[in-house]
């Protein structure tokens, strides 16, 4: 027996397609517009209550459901992998945008950066190291994940950092990594890694923008610290 209620078997105020037609998207709530995307519910919810009681789970944060795996969100009633593939498809499309945005500018600051990466990295669970290739006017050539490790650490190969800035001619870079356990402080190997890309990026001519640890919320940054 099929237990999805199509949306024209809904309530009126339960339609958010209409609501968004009649008074724009800023006036649904997130578990409206998220069940815009599903499109349907069960015999025992709307895909409006769905939406809002798998929100409930995340604590009412998207940036919880874009962690959510497949399976976590497949074994919701009501929730099939195709509706788990677009919930974590505008997920991601949402991380995106917010990259996008801050890819328009100058990459002068920890903060830049900061904007970069965050949205790269703010639903790992191990760590990566990424580096930020820039052209002489701090324009971002590109990112590249150049390692990706264990819960605590990652295994940083400078002579890799420094191949791919000679390869697309960067004269400009900055290292950035996560900490999994949304601490900023840098850890002494860390402070090695610095010492050792700065050193490479020197005797290349590189300049070394800044080395800035990565967490939800803060960072740490070398530079800001006057430690390179």
Known sequence: MNDKLNINQWAEEDRPRERFMAKGAQALKTAELLAILIGSGTTKETAVELMQRILNDCGNSLKTLGQRSLQELTGYRGIGEAKAVTILAACELGRRRQEETVLRKAVTSAADIYAIM???MQDLNIEQAWVLLLNQSFRLINT?????????????????????????????????????SNNPKPSS???????????????????????????????????????I
């Open 144 to 180: 590249v994940c150049i390692s990706s490790g264990g819960i605590s650490e990652t295994a940083v190969d400078v002579r890799q950092i420094i191949k791919h800035a000679v390869l697309c001619n960067a004269t400009v870079l900055a290292l950035t990594h996560n900490h999994p």
């Open 189 to 227: 190997d860390d402070d090695r890694i610095t010492q050792r890309v700065k050193s490479a990026c020197d005797i290349m001519r590189i300049h070394f923008l800044d080395h800035v640890i990565v967490t939800d919320g803060q960072y740490y940054s070398y530079q800001e610290q006057g430690r």
């Open 118 to 120: 965050h949205p790269k």
